[in-house]
């Protein structure tokens, strides 16, 4: 961690007024030496803020990876850690995470900053965080993860600027540095993560035609995610195949064919290679619709196979 205080900023003021203040204007047109200057004048030598950063030799990104979960993470000195993550069939997703709840407070607000040896650049403001103390994540939007993830491959610095407890600016900086060689290995498990995730595909439906039993080309693609799934995941104990029907012809032939849709779906589940004996195979008809029978939407709806994965916590 680096503390600004008042006396720091002094310094930096009085070594800008001199040499480095008169070689940035020199290399600048006339009308960028008037926004430098008037920039300039608006410093404040007085104010004071905390800033959490690591120092750049010390600046790591740790991967942690596996086929539901990519994630990055970079500690950051007595504050806690910044956290790039994406998930099975998900978005990325990038947060701050304070070791303590309560160390920031109210609304903060979230920019890109140049790192020093470019701070000619201008600052670029990302999104607002809302900070609800019972949460100790510190998440941004999928737009403004997409933002801070770009910035990063850029080489550049996502800042959090909030307020503390005590009432003190805080400011918590994000270091590219090293973080090219662990985005690579982070690409590299991104092509292994599985397509979709446990709710995602928890419960699947099969939709038919009327008096139709066999599986369409879209039907046996997602039976095909339901066995990706299955055979990575070894928390899945039990498939539940349910059969049913609309109320349209006699009950006793839609019992039929129900139960001819589950047996086909489970049939292409085995083919597929996952184990007869996690599934269990049932058929009801329609006495159990979705929705009432009372239009032709509502029969598709109900004219359906489900699928749905039992999981062992």
């Known amino acids: 961690m680096r503390y600004i205080d008042a006396k720091e900023n002094m310094a930096w003021a009085d070594n800008l007024k001199t040499g480095v203040l008169r070689s940035a204007l020199n290399s600048m047109k006339p009308l960028k030496q008037i926004a430098f200057l008037v920039a300039f004048a608006g410093l404040n030598p007085t104010a004071s803020a905390t800033l959490y950063q690591v120092q750049i030799d010390q600046s790591q990104w740790q991967l942690q990876s596996s086929p539901f ?22 978005a990325a997703r990038f947060w701050w995470e304070p070791l303590q709840s309560g160390l920031i407070q109210g609304n903060a607000q979230v920019y890109i900053a140049p790192p020093a040896w470019l701070a ?31 910035s990063l491959r850029s080489g550049l610095q996502p800042t959090l600027n909030a307020q503390s407890s005590a009432g003190e600016t805080v400011k918590v900086a994000v270091s590219a540095a090293n973080f090219a060689p662990a985005f690579q290995a982070y690409s590299e498990c991104l092509s292994q ?53 609309d109320n349209q012809g006699r009950r006793l032939l839609n019992r039929d064919l129900s139960k001819r849709r589950a047996e086909e779906v489970t049939r292409y589940l085995v083919q597929l290679g996952v184990n007869e004996e996690m599934l269990v195979t049932r058929y009801h008809g329609e006495r159990y619709p979705v929705v009432p029978n009372n239009s032709a939407d509502n029969r598709t709806r109900n004219r359906r196979v489900t699928i749905r994965l039992e999981r062992l916590e």
Request: glycine share 4%; charged share 20%.
């Open 69 to 90: 979960a990519c994630r990055l993470t970079h500690q950051v000195p007595e504050f806690g850690s910044a956290v790039l993550e994406r998930g099975a069939g998900e």
């Open 193 to 245: 993560l599985l397509p979709v995730n446990f709710n995602q595909i928890a419960r699947t439906a099969i939709l038919y035609p009327p008096a139709q039993w066999e599986l369409s080309q879209a039907s046996r693609e997602r039976l095909e995610l339901v066995k990706t799934y299955v055979e990575t995941d070894n928390k899945i104990a039990k498939i539940y195949v349910d059969g049913h029907s």
């Open 120 to 150: 000619n650049r201008s600052s670029v403001a990302v999104e607002s965080i809302n900070i609800d103390n019972a949460n100790s994540r510190l998440q941004l939007s999928d737009m403004g993860s997409a933002k801070v993830l770009a």
